[in-house]
């Protein structure tokens, strides 16, 4: 089902009946031919590098989306991909319905055509195609880099637009003149972002290439907020859709499949996987998507570490499910292969589902606040210090050069995620393995799956300070003598 108009970004719809989208501002689409310089003109109005940009054709396929404030004024900037009607396949085919759904949902439209190439009977019957649509549209004729240039957008204004710009995308020539009267066709936005949205809970869609990510973030959001097809890489920005299901926000972002580093020889796929990276480590939660048909590889396992080592909540999504014979459909089993294979995953809950029928789907909205929730926990003083007298009563540290290391007491000192600081005596010599010791008690004790878990371990300063167990009886002992 297409969306209705806006449904990505604003307003409700029958086509979301569990998440609607949060941004209720003015929408200015960006289409154009491949290679016209689209994403960068997305980058600079967003001054970001969200969008990956190379020479090569056809870069950009799903919709990029981010506020853009311009003029005082706000609204989403949607980057499309290229439209090319000469191309028939199938991806190219996805790419054409994107640009156009993003086109319909705009408020305004911003045609983008290269200027040293020259008018294009293609810029003309995406023009007349978009003229249909009854919406403000304005014609930026880029890669003007310098006034004398300015001459080659005379053929433009065949196309009968009234605003016919020279720009500089790259460079930012006229950028500022073309957007102001943009900004000034634009309605005043609906509603303001509320301070719900704004603590919306981010999480990243990674995986290997061709898992299933794609059609994850469809089935999630209700509709084809991103391109699917076979070709593994076919989603190379990270991908961002806001959305809120049962009164909570989150900031969805579809990722570009992460190859081993020999395989990812192409430069805008190293850049794809840089932004995937980047956005699980901007995320609080990743979903990382694995394929049910095959076992999990140590790829998987690397980019959970990944998640792990920058202190980011996970959950472990086995798609795929239902293109698994009946007889070999012992989940059980193979969660405790994975977890005896890869010791690391076994702290991670783990969800088995299909994104192509939606078996299992709904179970993950409920692991997301679940884990979200473990990864900013408070963790209480008072509890803290009786799990870690508790640990080393049961299990004494091991000795260091003739000394056993003592604990005076544990406090929490930051969440997202949840780190703990024990004062010690040699905090330079608790050995790995009573590190992991500690860590499985306090996990165990505050119920902390899905989220990593920091201990530090300082040296203590205050000269009057002991440990808790040793303490309480010193105290005793000079009462008693009273």
């Known amino acids: 089902m297409r969306p209705s108009p806006r449904a990505e970004i604003g307003g409700e719809t029958d086509a979301l009946p569990r998440a609607e989208s949060l941004d209720r501002l003015p929408v200015v689409a960006i289409v154009g031919r491949p290679n016209t310089g689209k994403s960068t003109l997305f980058n600079r109005l967003t001054r970001s590098h969200r969008a990956v940009v ?32 000469q191309e028939a396949e199938e991806i190219s085919e996805a790419v054409r319905a994107q640009s156009l759904v993003a086109a319909e949902e705009a408020d305004a439209v911003v045609v983008v055509v290269d200027g040293r190439a020259g008018l294009n009977p293609l810029d003309a019957g995406l023009v007349e195609r978009l003229r249909r649509l009854h919406k403000p549209l304005f014609l930026a004729v880029n890669k003007i880099d310098t006034p004398r240039q300015e001459d080659l957008t005379a053929e433009f204004h065949a196309l009968g637009l009234d605003v016919v710009c020279p720009i500089s995308a790259e460079h930012g020539l006229n950028v500022a003149a073309l957007f102001a009267r943009v900004a000034e066709s634009l309605p005043a936005p609906e509603q303001e972002a509320s301070a719900e ?85 901007q995320a609080q939660v990743g979903l990382l998507v694995v394929d049910g048909t095959e076992n999990v590889t140590e790829q998987d396992a690397r980019i959970s570490s990944y998640a792990w080592e920058r202190g980011r909540a996970l959950v472990l999504l086995v798609n795929k499910c239902d293109a698994v014979a009946p007889r070999q459909r012992d989940w059980r089993r193979y969660g405790e292969a994975v977890d005896e294979c890869f010791p690391s995953f076994a702290m991670v809950p783990k969800l088995f589902i ?55 007491y544990a406090t929490q000192t930051a969440t997202g995620p949840p780190t703990i600081t024990i004062f010690t005596t040699v905090p330079e010599h608790i050995h790995a393995s009573y590190v992991r010791y500690l860590e499985n008690q306090f996990r165990a ?28 009886r010193r105290r005793g002992r000079k009462a008693g003598n009273r």
């Open 445 to 472: 004790a505050f119920a902390l799956e899905g989220t990593p878990l920091r201990l530090r371990f300082r040296a203590r300063r205050q000269v009057g300070v002991r440990s808790q167990a040793s303490g309480v």
């Open 197 to 281: 949205e704004e603590t919306a809970t981010a999480v990243a869609i990674v995986g290997r290439p061709n898992v299933g990510k794609s059609s994850l973030l469809n089935r999630l959001v209700g509709y084809e907020r991103a391109i699917v097809a076979a070709t593994p890489g076919t989603t190379r920005d990270a991908v961002d859709t806001r959305v809120v299901r049962g009164g909570r926000a989150y900031l969805l972002v579809d990722t570009a499949g992460v190859r081993r580093r020999p395989k990812v020889h192409e430069i805008i796929e190293r850049a794809s996987v840089v932004r995937a990276l980047r956005a699980l480590e």
């Open 354 to 408: 299909s994104a192509r029928t939606g078996t299992g789907v709904e179970r993950i909205w409920d692991e997301i606040d679940r884990v979200a929730a473990n990864h900013r926990q408070h963790l209480q003083t008072a509890k803290l210090n009786q799990v870690l007298v508790r640990a080393a009563e049961q299990q004494a540290p091991p000795m260091v050069r003739g000394k056993r290391p003592r604990f005076f």
């Open 54 to 85: 190379a020479s090569t054709p056809g870069v950009t396929r799903d919709r990029n989306v981010a506020p853009v404030t311009w003029t005082g004024r706000r609204f989403l900037a949607v980057d499309t991909g290229g439209f090319d009607e």
